[in-house]
């Protein structure tokens, strides 16, 4: 129990000194091509001129004159997404994983998000630093009565973009543990991720070795290849896969997954399908994958 209230602590005390949730935008500047949002629900894209009472933005199709009051959100475009052919595509805020597994990618400083996976499995995690993230979940078995086995985990994670903007390193943890009085000991992963590519376009290679905290290592590393490629405005291509060898006549023990992610302006839906192989397993199956994920800055 102890061992457990340490770690809810720590993440508690993280979130209090990282200060207020929502980023504080930058004040614009002339040189630099900015993102504005109205509370119509249009976006605008240009360089601002001049703010006072009201907001200029010279964009593509002219100056447009926009009262303050009306704007929801001002963001520098390389923090707020990019023009393709003429389409004004959102930021990749997801490319920090896959369907679960991380890639070498963080999130930036103030930015956050609540993911629940099949229903049952509720994740938050938030960027303390640029370098630094930290997500804390659990599935909620109290609501069915179970409150003494209430099953939880910890993924802190560091990462370094590269850079030239084409990849980034990512190392952490990820650590698993029961809420209750009488257990001391969790388990985990320790893993590093490196990530080729940008958030649109990646391929990541992990690299990572279970543990328990009483201080028992794995005899053998598992492997994750996982990528995504952004095939429009809204649509991603997801695959996840693993391998571990078991240690025994069974050889090597995977999972093989492939599906969507759909980016909705405030809401993102990832689908698809898991297969296990390998392990013994002589027959074929496929478990559904449905999650969704709610951002937050």
């Not at 199709?61 to 926009?66: A, E, M, P, S, Y």
């Not at 929801?72 to 023009?83: D, N």
């Given at each position: ?135 804390l979940g659990l ?28 990849g980034a390193f ?111 397993i002589d027959f ?14």
């Amino acid at each position: 129990m102890k061992f457990t209230c340490s770690l809810i602590a720590f993440f508690l005390l993280c979130l209090l000194n990282s200060g207020p949730l929502l980023a504080q935008n930058p004040a614009p500047t002339k040189d630099s091509l900015w993102i504005l949002e109205t509370r119509d629900g249009n976006t605008h894209v240009g360089t601002i001129q001049k703010i006072r009472d009201t907001t200029l933005i010279n964009t593509q199709f002219g100056l447009l004159r926009i009262p303050n009051a009306n704007i929801i959100s001002l963001e520098r475009s390389s923090q707020a997404g990019k023009m393709v052919q003429g389409e004004f595509w959102q930021a990749n805020n997801y490319a920090t994983r896959h369907f679960w597994g991380p890639s070498g990618y963080g999130l930036k400083k103030g930015q956050g998000y609540y993911q629940n996976t099949w229903v049952l499995l509720n994740q938050v995690s938030y960027g303390f630093t640029d370098h630094f993230t930290l997500g804390l979940g659990l599935v909620p078995t109290f609501l069915f009565g179970a409150r003494e086995y209430i099953p939880f985990w910890l993924t802190p994670k560091f990462s370094f973009p590269y850079k030239n903007g084409k990849g980034a390193f990512g190392f952490g943890t990820i650590l698993f543990g029961l809420l209750r009085s009488d257990v001391n000991e969790g388990i985990g992963i320790l893993y590093g991720a490196n990530t080729f590519g940008t958030p649109d376009r990646q391929f990541t290679i992990g690299l990572g070795y279970g543990y328990s905290t009483d201080g028992g290592l794995a005899d053998y590393p598992s492997i994750s290849l996982s990528g995504q490629r952004r095939l429009s405005k809204r649509w991603v291509f997801l695959t996840e896969n693993y391998m571990l060898a078991v240690g025994n006549d069974d050889g090597l023990l995977g999972f093989i997954s492939a599906g969507a992610r759909y980016m909705g302006k405030s809401i993102a839906l990832d689908f698809g399908g898991v297969m296990p192989y390998g392990g013994g397993i002589d027959f074929l199956i496929a478990v559904p994958w449905l999650g969704i994920t709610v951002p937050f800055k």
